[in-house]
């Protein structure tokens, strides 16, 4: 059963949007697809959720094209301390609690 | 609320010896989760409960790891006997069970195990 499937790392510069895509092609009908940002030596936290087309809340942007097999999670103008490793989570049948490696985004000055 | 609890924060012990990692999940959440947390693996589902009961231990490793939840407010992570293998960080994570597929799920701040 395939899982999601997301880069392993980027890189960006202070200021700038950064965007994080996550594959999902297995992904079910009644599947939302959540985000979760995790910093050094701390649990990971809700960012972000969404269903279809996009979602906005302070701190992020999820956009869902329609065939909904992919999602990309946008991070208007990053700061230093958005530098973590973010995880896409698609609720498969049985296996809905699968985070995996993440992508590690570090923010350069 | 205090967010969830875990203790110790940090343990070192010896290969064989007994571990028991402790967790209090936030107030009224009647899920709870235990993951690992390895740079080669990432984070992986180890067991979770719903109201106390045992739901997928499909990821727990093999017969030296157990895990319990006697009530709604406390649970243990048992590893016997340790191998320096199990060194990772365990994470215990609660969520409120409304609806699986929207859940979020509120994490400890980790316990660091080093198995010499």
């Known amino acids: 059963l395939a899982k999601t499937t997301q880069p392993i790392s980027m890189d960006s510069y202070e200021g700038q949007e950064v965007n994080i895509t996550c594959s999902h092609n297995?992904?079910?009908?009644?599947?939302?697809i959540t985000w979760y940002q995790q910093f050094p030596s701390q649990g990971p936290r809700f960012i972000i959720q969404?269903?279809?087309t996009k979602v906005t809340n302070e701190v992020a942007s999820l956009f869902i094209p329609a065939d909904r097999k992919s999602s990309t999670l946008s991070l208007p103008r990053v700061s230093l301390s958005d530098t973590a490793v973010y995880y896409c989570?698609?609720?498969?049948?049985?296996?809905?609690?699968?985070f995996g490696t993440g992508t590690s985004l570090t923010v350069i000055p | 609320d205090a967010g969830v609890i875990q203790s110790p924060r940090h343990e070192v012990t010896e290969m064989g010896q007994e571990v028991t990692l402790r967790c209090k999940p936030i107030?009224?959440?009647?899920?709870l989760f235990w993951y690992r947390q390895t740079m080669m693996r990432g984070l992986e589902l180890l067991i979770y409960?719903?109201?106390?009961?045992?739901?997928?231990d499909s990821g727990m490793p093999e017969d030296r790891f157990s895990a319990k939840m006697p009530n709604a407010s406390f649970s243990t992570l048992k590893i016997q006997p340790s191998e320096p293998r199990d060194s990772a960080v365990y994470f215990c994570?609660?969520?409120?069970?409304?609806?699986?597929?929207?859940?979020?799920?509120?994490f400890g701040p980790g316990t660091r195990l080093t198995v010499l």
């Open positions: 107030s009224g959440h009647n899920s």
């Open positions: 297995n992904i079910a009908t009644n599947d939302y």
């Open positions: 994570a609660s969520s409120l069970l409304v609806r699986r597929e929207t859940d979020t799920q509120y």
């Open positions: 409960f719903n109201n106390n009961v045992p739901i997928d």
């Open positions: 989570l698609v609720g498969y049948t049985g296996n809905q609690f699968y």
């Open positions: 969404g269903y279809k």
